[in-house]
């Protein structure tokens, strides 16, 4: 559990909305007070209190952790809110450790603040008591009524503080929180940077508060147009690319690649062919499960040699993928899938040359059944804001994929650049000086990248 000392003084979330940010009278200044934390020294915590559900704004509310490193003020140019992915990424936790996400020079030019997202650390987080399923596999329709009834049971079992929250989770009122967070700093626009599942929220907020976005920075964005079959598609296509960049690296790295003869991709088939017969130690879903965590740095050392452990009946420990706060997730996306023979044949069209399963189908495993209103259904974006949104992506990411990336961008327009890194990984800022030079001189200066630009690999993926 993150801990904060209290505002002295607490904001209500009345004052946030009946005063605008560009009124004489605002909010009151946040204070901040040393965060009660072993990280390095220098970061500031607090809380903004703030309405559970924004259509009744003087209603029940509950606490949202926001943590910050100050600026030189006279260098300051701004606040840069980081908006942390997932969704279940801690903001306030990046702020007090000390992490260097960002360089030397946005960290001398911005008071850098984040946050932790209603449902998650210090926001009021989502706790269950039973564990959520961390497998797609689903062998029959037997298993999809059973998959059903666990489903339900686990979200039986969750529960926020205060109660009402869990309801009021999605993406939809965090662009609120974060509206909210702006007023309460004193800026009349937004300066973010939003990483992953966090881009989710900058490309919301930037529909709903075109006006008050300064910079907008997506890093490894999210396409929220996908209906679940294009969602499934889209992430099968992403992990077969970064296994193919992945399969193109070993046959040029000789023995640096564990699985050089007879070569990753036939090695990777009869493992496959193996793990279905029970034969490996690990299932096909935990195969697919271990390239996915591999291949987002990407490792590929690490990569080849756990499959020639695998080859050679070494044990290798099952990696599970990272499992989103369901109540967020299901509340962003429409994923509803009938029945089994429909789920049967939505995962067998997202099967490609060589894969079977993405994170993709985890996730829609994990809303099997889920009852509540979604309340960010997907839809084609619809940004006008006064600077073109920066987007940057890496060429072969396992996550949020360059498909995802190319189609962000079309829906964007004339409203958005796309900056890429040629190489691999997911995230892509901290990949490259090149990336690093321009996304901080888009930041710092609103000097846009030329549309179409390309940034070299300059450390070769190993």
């Known amino acids: 559990m993150l801990m904060f000392r209290a505002l002295a003084a607490v904001l209500t979330a009345a004052t946030v909305l009946a005063v605008p940010a560009s009124a004489s009278a605002g909010p009151p ?7 009660r934390t072993s990280a390095p020294p220098g970061a500031e915590c607090a809380f903004l209190d703030l309405p559970v559900d924004w259509s009744r704004p003087d209603g029940e509310t509950f606490r949202f952790a926001i943590a910050r490193r100050a600026a030189d003020p006279a260098t300051r140019v701004g606040t840069l809110i980081f908006g942390p992915g997932g969704p279940g990424d801690s903001g306030t936790k990046r702020i007090m450790t000390g992490s260097k996400r960002f360089s030397e020079e946005l960290q001398r030019r911005f008071d850098i603040a984040s946050f ?3 449902g998650v650390g210090g926001s009021a987080p989502v706790r269950c008591d039973l564990p959520a399923v961390t497998d797609p596999v689903i062998d029959g329709p037997a298993a999809f009524a059973e998959r059903i009834a666990t489903n339900r049971a686990y979200w039986a079992s969750c529960r926020t503080d205060p109660p009402s929250l869990i309801s009021h989770a999605g993406t939809a009122d965090t662009v609120r929180d ?29 529909e709903r508060y075109p006006s008050h976005v300064r910079a907008l920075v997506l890093e490894s964005a999210m396409d929220h147009s996908q209906d679940v079959g294009g969602f499934l598609r889209t992430q099968g296509w992403a992990l077969q690319d970064s296994f193919d960049a992945f399969v193109t690296w070993c046959e040029q790295a000789g023995d640096a690649c564990a ?8 090695v990777w088939h009869e493992l496959v062919r193996d793990a279905g017969r029970g034969g490996t130690g690990l299932s096909v879903w935990q195969l ?20 020639a452990d695998l080859r050679d009946g070494e044990p290798v420990l099952p990696v599970a993928v990272p499992t989103p706060v369901v109540p967020v997730f299901c509340a962003d996306w429409s994923l509803t899938v009938r029945d089994y023979d429909e789920y049967a044949r939505l995962v067998r069209r997202a099967e490609t040359r060589d894969l079977r399963y993405s994170a993709g189908a985890l996730a829609v495993a994990l809303c099997l059944g889920w009852e509540q209103p979604v309340t960010s259904p997907q839809h084609r974006l619809r940004v006008h ?3 073109p949104v920066l987007q940057i992506n890496a060429r072969h990411d396992p996550a949020t994929g360059y498909n ?3 189609s962000v961008a079309r829906q964007l327009g004339r409203s958005g650049v796309l900056l890429t890194y040629a190489g691999a990984g997911h995230g892509s800022y ?7 030079t321009a996304v901080d001189a888009y930041l710092i200066g609103l000097t846009v990248p030329r549309e179409g630009g390309v940034c070299p690999v300059t450390v070769p993926a190993g």
Not at 259 to 266: K, L, S
Not at 288 to 307: I, S
């Open 29 to 35: 200044p946040i204070d901040w007070q040393p965060c």
């Open 116 to 118: 932790d997202p209603r």
């Open 178 to 206: 974060l509206d909210a967070l702006r007023a309460a700093l004193g800026e009349r626009q937004v300066t973010f940077h939003g990483s992953s599942y966090g881009t989710l929220l900058g490309e919301l907020y930037a």
């Open 259 to 266: 699985v050089h003869d007879p070569g990753a991709r036939q």
């Open 288 to 307: 697919h499960a271990l390239l996915h965590a591999l291949l987002y740095g990407p490792k590929y050392t690490d990569l080849a040699a756990a499959l």
């Open 385 to 387: 804001t006064p600077v």
């Open 404 to 406: 995802w990336a190319l």
């Open 430 to 436: 901290g990949s490259s000086d090149c990336m690093r």
